[in-house]
């Protein structure tokens, strides 16, 4: 199986060396928007594309996923609201565990039945426990996954959730106030995550300043997610990854 590029996050974690994910919902971005965007990711030295969405109404993945690829070597990882949302035109994808709820569906019901599926279509596969945090207001993937968030003061649940999945073999832990969060994960809870950890993290959800992410990065964040904010204003892709990238040496 494929590893090439989980390899990179962990080498990247290893070094200190902090990442920055686009998130492409491919249902908001229309063709020129979206080339946009691949421009100014290619330009900022974007570390991925993260394509996906909780609900994502339109047959147009596909198309979203060729156009990258097309246009950039930026490795395009699938972030998927359902085993639907796969295409084998990306490079890999995040196979999510909910671990923050308690809807067995998401935790592995869904898998076993897209397993044969997924196998077949040569992505690089990285286990993710994927952690819901309560960003203020209910986001379409806490309504869509029927499950309660994190509350954003519960760090103890939060680092227990992570270490757990840890120990069960998940190779990464992401942790999301959903998208278009109206308050970002606190810097606390990333904190505390990241000291209990040894696996790569990624946060995400309601990040909408290069301040902010670079915050998140000095916390403990290996890979920093932002979707809405450059999907409003695409020039904050050069900005945020220029934050980011500050960090490393
Ligand atoms: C959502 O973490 C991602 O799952 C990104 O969130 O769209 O709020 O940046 P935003």
Do not use: W
């Amino acid at each position: 199986m494929k590893q090439d590029i989980y390899k990179g996050i962990c080498n990247g974690k290893a070094t200190a060396h902090k990442a920055f994910a686009v998130l492409v919902d491919p249902d908001k971005l229309d063709e020129i928007s979206l080339l946009n965007t691949i421009a100014l990711a290619v330009e900022a030295k974007v570390d991925y594309f993260f394509v996906g969405g909780s609900l994502v109404v339109t047959d147009t993945l596909d198309k979203v996923v060729s156009a990258i690829k097309e246009k950039c070597n930026i490795p395009v990882i699938l972030f998927p609201g359902s085993p639907d949302q796969i295409t084998p035109k990306a490079d890999a994808l995040l196979y999510l565990s909910l671990i923050s709820g308690r809807n067995p569906e998401l935790l592995i019901g869904q898998h076993v039945i897209s397993a044969p599926f997924v196998r077949q279509s040569g992505l690089e596969i990285m286990p993710v426990g994927y952690m819901l945090v309560d960003g203020g207001t209910p986001t379409t993937v806490s309504y869509i996954s029927n499950t309660n968030p994190i509350p954003a003061n519960k760090n103890d649940i939060a680092s227990c959730t992570a270490m757990a999945g840890e120990m069960l073999g998940l190779k990464l832990i992401y942790m999301d106030a959903g998208s278009g969060a109206q308050k970002a994960i606190p810097t606390a809870m990333i904190t505390q995550v990241a000291k209990y950890i040894s696996i790569p993290l990624i946060v995400g959800g309601g990040i909408t300043t290069a301040d902010k992410a670079k915050e998140n990065c000095l916390a403990g964040a290996d890979v920093i997610v932002v979707g809405n904010a450059v999907e409003k204003d695409p020039n904050l892709i050069k900005e945020i990854a220029a934050a980011i990238h500050s960090l490393n040496k």
